[in-house]
């Protein structure tokens, strides 16, 4: 059995930056297209058996229906029996699941939270995570053929890795342990203690943001440390700033339209395997990929670190030439 996953949020590209930006709408009729689009080409190339993530929107489900109406559905589609509750839970459930279950690929769309949840379980089976959230800087946009092409393409070679590149993530630890969490672009430690919208979209309320990669034309938080100093994916390090209402005076484009004026009072490069610790002098949350996720008190020790333990990526150029290579188009 030559197998895929997909998982399909509904829920990304719907937070409130739609409302405090000029954020790209992807709904979720055009993800039944787009994974309509994977399911075609990945089984043109090969792959037998494609598992989905069960999801509210029932988007597997609908394009079981379509393609089978039209009879031009040939492989076996197979949707997860687990529980669903409508939070990114499901997609971690849905890796951890797709990973035990041996398949070569996982495709996974979404923005960079959807990506955070499915690198927690996902272990070395390769991820292509495709955006159809907001600011992504994980994700890419990528037409669903091509996506489909390229996931067949790792299912089936021997050494799926060599078509993959090793991300960098960040560690989170509060007082050594007590909570754990992870980021694959960017942490933050903001001062608001109320979640009220997962997303941040106050600039006001951040201290601290550390970074694995950066860049100054990536939309997010990630791209404030990218107007100072760009972090590649390959770069052994990743990057941290102070910020407050004065210092060195930043420009960034912190979302869809919007550029904000921010000031950094510090910021220097971390070394993989660093970590980055110092005590909360009040308490607030910790924001991973974008959105509130950690509550912490005055007092705490917060703890990130930078490593090379994130998921495999799949190189898109990596994999279409290795397929030409290998025959896979003849």
Not at 86 to 101: H, K, P, V
Not at 196 to 206: L, M, N, P, R
Request: proline share 4%; charged share 20%; hydrophobic share 45%.
């Amino acid at each position: 059995m030559t197998s895929i996953g997909i998982i399909a949020n509904p829920a990304s590209g719907k937070d409130i930056r739609r409302l405090v930006s000029y954020a790209t709408v992807i709904d979720n009729n055009e993800k039944v297209n787009i994974v309509t689009r994977i399911i075609l080409a990945a089984q043109g190339m090969g792959i037998d058996t494609i598992l989905c993530m069960p999801d509210t929107f029932l988007i597997a489900e609908r394009v079981i229906d379509s393609l089978s109406r039209e009879k031009v559905l040939t492989a076996s589609i197979e949707v997860l029996a687990m529980p669903i509750n409508g939070s990114a839970a499901d997609s971690t459930l849905a890796a951890e699941m797709m990973r035990a279950a041996g398949v070569g690929c996982v495709v996974s769309l979404g923005g960079a939270g959807t990506s955070r949840a499915v690198a927690k379980t996902i272990g070395n089976t390769p991820l292509l995570p495709v955006s159809t959230g907001t600011n992504n800087v994980y994700p890419s946009m990528l037409e669903g053929t091509s996506v489909g092409i390229a996931a067949a393409v790792v299912a089936r070679i021997p050494d799926p890795l060599s078509c993959c590149v090793h991300d960098k993530r960040i560690e989170v630890s509060i007082n050594d342990g007590e909570k754990t969490d992870i980021a694959l672009i960017d942490a933050v430690v903001v001062d608001a203690v109320c979640v009220g919208a997962k997303a941040i979209w106050d600039c006001s309320e951040i201290r601290r943001l550390v970074v694995s990669r950066c860049h100054p034309a990536c939309i997010g938080f990630s791209s404030i440390a990218g107007c100072i100093e760009p972090v590649g994916v390959e770069d052994d390090h990743g990057y941290t700033i102070t910020l407050s209402t004065r210092g060195r005076r930043v420009q960034a484009p912190i979302a869809a339209g919007v550029i904000a004026e921010l000031y950094v009072t510090e910021h220097r490069r971390l070394a993989l395997a660093e970590g980055l610790r110092f005590r909360a002098e009040d308490a607030g949350m910790i924001a991973l990929d974008g959105e509130r996720e950690i509550r912490f008190k005055a007092g705490d020790i917060l703890t990130f670190t930078v490593t090379r333990n994130g998921p495999f990526r799949v190189d898109m150029d990596c994999t279409m030439v290795r397929a030409v290579q290998n025959g896979h188009f003849q």
